[in-house]
């Protein structure tokens, strides 16, 4: 069974710039959330991919956006990149439609904005 | 406002020396509350989901128990490869991707 895979593993941008982060779901799940991690914090809640289509979002403006394809893999875009945007971003992979939704994610991206 | 708090923030256990670390909640509605162990710069991995208070689950040295308002995360016994950063996280009934995270408890274990 395959676990969760994210790409790249480590980024470095500049202010205003855009970046785009992908996601490899769990075999046999269906369902991507993104998290946002900064340093000594849980995760936060961005949003999650179900069928394609974002189906439910946390507190983050618009310039956080995603993408899911069939395959069930996933896409986080960041536009306008803000100084507080460093952070480690996880991707989780779940099986919709299983009651409490357990989720297993992935290594994380270390984003730093300069 | 929903609220998970995890305490204490950092614990510093001897080899063998067992302790509890705590996660409370204040949420309108819980439909699981879940334990990850987080390693330094990796991503959560997944321990344990409870479901109604009185569960209890257990997986090797660690006990996850759970009542209305929070939950324990025991370990007994520990060993330096228990040490990591545990979080809580619950999710809610009225969200059905959120998990809303604690801050976490960081343990370090010495030999």
């Known amino acids: 069974e395959t676990g969760v895979t994210q790409s790249p593993t480590h980024l470095i941008k500049t202010r205003g710039q855009q970046v785009t982060l992908r996601c490899s779901s769990q075999s046999g799940h269906n369902t991507v959330s993104w998290y946002q991690q900064a340093l000594g914090q849980g995760p936060q809640f961005i949003f999650q991919?179900?069928?394609?289509?974002?189906?439910g979002r946390g507190n983050f403006p618009p310039r956080f956006s995603g993408l899911q394809f069939p395959n069930y893999s996933s896409e986080l875009n960041v536009n306008a990149l803000e100084l507080d945007d460093s952070a480690l971003y996880l991707c989780?992979?779940?099986?919709?439609?299983?009651?409490?939704?357990?989720?297993?994610f992935g290594p994380g991206t270390r984003l730093t904005v300069l | 406002e929903d609220q998970v708090t995890q305490s204490p923030e950092a614990l510093r256990l001897q080899e063998g020396e067992s302790s509890s670390l705590n996660c409370s909640y204040t949420?309108?509605?819980?439909?699981?509350l879940f334990w990850y162990r987080q390693d330094p710069g990796k991503g959560p991995e997944f321990l344990f989901t409870?479901?109604?208070a009185g569960e209890e689950k257990e997986k090797e040295r660690l006990k996850a128990t759970l009542t209305k308002k929070e939950s324990f995360l025991h370990i007994t016994a520990p060993k330096p490869e228990d040490s990591a950063t545990y979080l809580c996280?619950?999710?809610?009934?009225?969200?059905?991707?959120?998990?809303?995270f604690g801050a976490g408890t960081q343990v370090v274990v010495t030999p």
């Open positions: 949420v309108s509605g819980l439909r699981g």
């Open positions: 996280a619950v999710r809610l009934t009225d969200s059905w991707g959120k998990l809303q």
């Open positions: 991919y179900y069928r394609e289509e974002e189906n």
């Open positions: 409870l479901y109604s």
């Open positions: 989780a992979s779940s099986s919709y439609g299983l009651s409490y939704n357990e989720q297993f």
